[in-house]
């Protein structure tokens, strides 16, 4: 992760922190590729019905789940996670491989350690790397709130684990799979850089955005790709209710959703940008998708949230809803198309006993400074035994 690797890079200047994008590295098993071939067609006629102009081929998993996200529908993605594992299991053997021949490729350097930030993949990531460099430690860092077993963060292998809650920690110690030094407790997920605000830093001001100051806002956000469907008709529902409310919408990169909702009264249409941080510091409700980046992003700048958790929720989202409740700091409604009016006034009803509840409940998040002290512990502790070894 990005956000990561520009702290290592500044903490540790005589580290060489090298990302590797996984799916690249794979292309020759293929197995998105044939996992995609193979729900094409029902894919297909899910589809059809709302976007009867879609072609869907073998294309890569995240534009099957980006197109679903921006026409606003999530039911049924669920089911590719459990094709994805099937197929990873089948070619596991080509997977670690290619995983092989990429550590021992000529002018390549033993790993002092290596890292992963993917769900699913760890059980062939680390057996490819045990093969190679038996001694080189391997973590993973969850950027899930909890697991979603079978073989979706954890796995049965020597080792280590870091979570960014307890309920993820509880989960790891029941597994039994790893040593308990090897468990490590961190206070939410990484964030970027822009979410820590230096002393006396200028940000925007909500009259930059042509927004009053008091008015209560809401920030609308459903990810980097937008949804069109659901976004607009929570805009259209709050401006049926003439509720005393003004929207900063993040559209990301789509560019219909920005060219509607440019213009509207009461809102105010962003397109992609690196700076969320900025923008979410000016609202007062989040309203979007329970993933775990948002949320902890939205939560971590003070503002409640307001997610839809239902049938259609992803399966590793649903969890998070868990948290949102038990933690005090957001309300969740089966449906936003009935129900985000409703939970709108109930949120500014009670909106200081929500951000009480996230100066409580929640710990301050320092995750991506507490994940570069701890991957540091194990490069010191790895060092440590091959010298005793030695």
């Given amino acids: 992760m990005s956000a990561l690797k520009e702290l290592l890079d500044a903490r540790y200047p005589a580290w060489h922190v090298k990302p590797v994008d996984l799916q690249k590295l ?22 059809e019905p709302i976007a009867p ?27 590719i996670q459990p094709i994805l594992q099937m197929y990873i299991e089948l ?24 890292v992963s930030v993917v769900p699913n993949f760890n059980g062939v990531i680390f057996r490819a790397l045990k093969d190679v ?14 697991d979603c077993p079978p073989h979706f963060w954890m796995e049965k292998q020597d080792q280590f684990i870091i979570c960014g ?14 040593r308990p030094e090897n468990i490590f407790e961190v206070s939410g997920m990484i964030l970027r850089k822009s979410f820590y605000r230096k002393p006396g830093e200028v940000r925007l001001t909500r009259r930059d955005l042509n927004l009053r100051d008091d008015v209560p806002t809401a920030i609308i956000m459903f ?29 990301g990169h789509n560019k219909k959703l920005f060219a509607n909702v440019r213009g509207r009264a009461g809102c105010r249409a962003v397109g992609f940008v690196s700076n969320v941080a900025d923008y979410m510091q000016l609202a007062d409700v989040f309203i979007g998708k329970p993933g775990p980046g948002s949320v902890s992003e939205a939560i971590h700048m003070g503002c409640p949230v307001i997610v839809e958790s239902n049938a259609d929720t992803m399966v590793q989202e649903r969890p998070n809803v868990d948290w949102i409740l038990e933690m005090g700091v957001g309300i969740a ?12 006034q109930t949120m500014l009803r009670d909106l200081d006993t929500y951000r009480k509840n996230i100066d409580q409940n929640v710990p301050k998040n320092f995750a991506v400074f507490e994940i570069a002290t701890i991957l540091n512990q194990i490069i010191s502790r790895s060092f440590q035994r091959r010298r005793i070894r030695v």
């Avoid at 070619?91 to 290596?114: S, T």
């Avoid at 929570?234 to 003439?242: F, G, L, R, V």
């Avoid at 409604?333 to 709108?344: Q, Y």
Wanted: charged share 20%; proline share 6%; net charge positive.
């Fill in 26 to 47: 794979l292309e020759p098993a293929d197995p998105i590729h044939r996992l995609t071939n193979t729900i094409s067609r029902p894919l297909h006629r899910f589809l």
């Fill in 53 to 79: 102009n879609l072609t869907v081929g073998p294309v890569q998993a995240q534009d099957i789940y980006n197109t679903a996200l921006k026409r606003g529908v999530s039911l049924g993605l669920g089911a």
């Fill in 91 to 114: 070619n596991a053997p080509k997977i670690e491989a290619i995983l092989q021949r990429h550590w021992r490729q000529p002018g390549a350097e033993q790993p002092h350690l290596v």
């Fill in 133 to 146: 460099y038996p001694a080189t430690p391997f973590v993973t860092i969850m950027t899930d709130m909890v």
């Fill in 165 to 178: 809650t307890k309920k993820a920690v509880r989960q790891a110690k029941a597994t039994r799979f790893y």
């Fill in 223 to 251: 990810g980097g790709n937008g949804t069109f469907a659901a976004t607009i008709d929570i805009i259209n529902q709050i401006e049926a209710a003439k509720l005393n409310l003004q929207m900063i919408v993040m559209c």
């Fill in 333 to 344: 409604v089966k449906s936003f198309e009935k129900d985000i009016v409703e939970a709108i």
